[in-house]
């Protein structure tokens, strides 16, 4: 047997989307979506034949698309040999079976492709339970479509009870199923919030990453820390959150998490599920948003990822806009200002600028110093491993310790701190 033959098939799909408006701009940007989900179909292992857009002021009720672009659909299904058609825009289930029987073939949405995308791509327990509540999720108002060989036959004789009973079987099987989900995530963010508290006590930053898939994150997170993270160019290809600690100065250590990729038209119950992840965004104390410089659509996918920064409720936090991929950039001017920073995550290019942005939005004013503590005050070695970094501590006619301190601090302690001089007011010079 070839090789070839022994590879599994792929699932040809025919790509559907709606353009719901008539400017100009929102047609490449129906294209644009489109163009990206033969993307995340190529991503879940399919392969896409053929593509059909449709122009209405708004979606037809029963078909979505209409039923003359319903027939063209089911053409190109026949002729290109597919086994599935695969819809842009999300479907309500009734309008799913619909097309499902109207086409002859298995019949998709975008949150559908991502979810399968997700459930491949989850590795780690947290993540295959957020997968897992999110398709049970979607799968819940989608029952009655599993038993519509049953409803052709409702009030037959000796079919009515058992498909009803079926039915509602499955629907408290999945209830349960979802309960018991968000349950065993409860049990995750209370473990998220202790570990945070335990940050937030050893005053620890958080700097997280966000970004659009495939916008570089893992490649980043890589190059900074040393982390062996797969990072493929492919959409999604990590989904697990992974922390590291980077060393921004001498003075500043931080912990720097990767978050999952955002995407246009992120399913709603799937942002949900992954609040015990997303979640974290709001706590940090810094955001690099990494924007993919060499994707012509950058703008656009900036824009995604603003609006669902803002809908975690993260918009306050500092913000650095991190252009990635510029050793790809195509225009004369690369992006510049406060609080942004141009990279190469692949070549290391900008690296040092970058942690210098992030310890710039860090700093506190805390500084290294030599402490110098009498052996009457001893006791104050305990309130500094407490509350600063203590590097070193030697014994000799005082105990002398090496620590980096906030200003708070470096305050309490006054004249045991080498070189400190009182503050003066300027009328006092």
């Known amino acids: 047997m070839s090789e070839n033959q022994t590879q599994e098939k792929k699932n040809r799909a025919v790509l ?34 053929g593509m059909v857009t449709q122009s209405k002021d708004s979606p037809d009720s029963r078909t979505f698309i209409g039923q003359g672009k319903v027939a063209e659909v089911k053409e190109l299904v026949r002729a290109m040999d597919a086994d599935m058609v695969i819809f842009d825009n999300a479907l309500s289930p009734s309008q799913q079976r619909v097309l499902s029987e109207e086409t002859g073939v298995s019949v998709l949405d975008r949150s559908a492709l991502i979810l399968d995308i997700f459930a491949q791509r989850a590795r780690t327990r947290e993540g295959r339970l957020q997968v897992e509540l999110a398709q049970y999720k979607y799968l819940l108002p989608r029952l009655i479509g599993m038993w519509k060989h049953l409803e052709r036959q409702e009030g037959a004789i000796g079919t009515r009870g058992p498909g009803e009973t079926q039915l509602e079987s499955d629907r408290r099987h999945i209830g349960r199923k979802i309960a018991k989900l968000e349950e065993e995530l409860r049990q995750v963010r209370r473990v998220r919030a202790t570990q945070r508290e335990r940050r937030m006590k050893n005053e620890v930053p958080v700097v997280a990453i966000v970004g659009y898939t495939n916008a570089g994150k ?212």
């Open 16 to 49: 559907v989307g709606l353009d719901a408006f008539s400017l100009s701009r929102e047609e490449n940007a129906t294209q644009e979506s489109m163009e990206e989900l033969a993307d995340l179909l190529e991503t879940a292992g399919g392969e896409c034949v």
């Open 218 to 429: 893992s490649t980043l997170l890589n190059k900074l820390t040393g982390a062996a993270i797969p990072a493929n160019n492919r959409l999604f290809d990590t989904l697990d959150t992974t922390t590291r600690t980077l060393e921004i100065s001498d003075t500043c250590t931080v912990l720097l998490s990767d978050t999952v990729g955002f995407i246009r038209k992120l399913p709603h119950h799937l942002v949900e599920a992954f609040k015990a992840t997303l979640e974290e965004l709001s706590y940090a104390d810094v955001l690099l948003h990494v924007i993919d410089a060499s994707n012509q659509d950058w703008r656009e996918q900036a824009e995604v990822v603003d609006q669902l920064i803002h809908e975690l409720g993260a918009d306050q936090t500092p913000r650095i806009e991190v252009f990635n991929k510029c050793d790809l950039w195509t225009g004369e001017i690369r992006p510049h200002g406060e609080n942004i920073v141009s990279i190469s995550a692949r070549t290391g290019e900008g690296l040092p600028q970058l942690l210098a942005a992030i310890g710039k939005v860090l700093d506190t004013g805390t500084r290294r110093v030599t402490i110098h503590l009498p052996y009457d005050r001893g006791g104050m070695l305990e309130q500094l491993y407490r509350e600063a970094k203590v590097e070193q501590v030697e014994y000799g006619q005082t105990i002398d310790v090496v620590a980096v301190c906030a200003p708070r601090l470096i305050g309490q302690l006054g004249p045991l701190v080498e070189g400190w001089k009182p503050h003066r007011e300027p009328w006092e010079e």
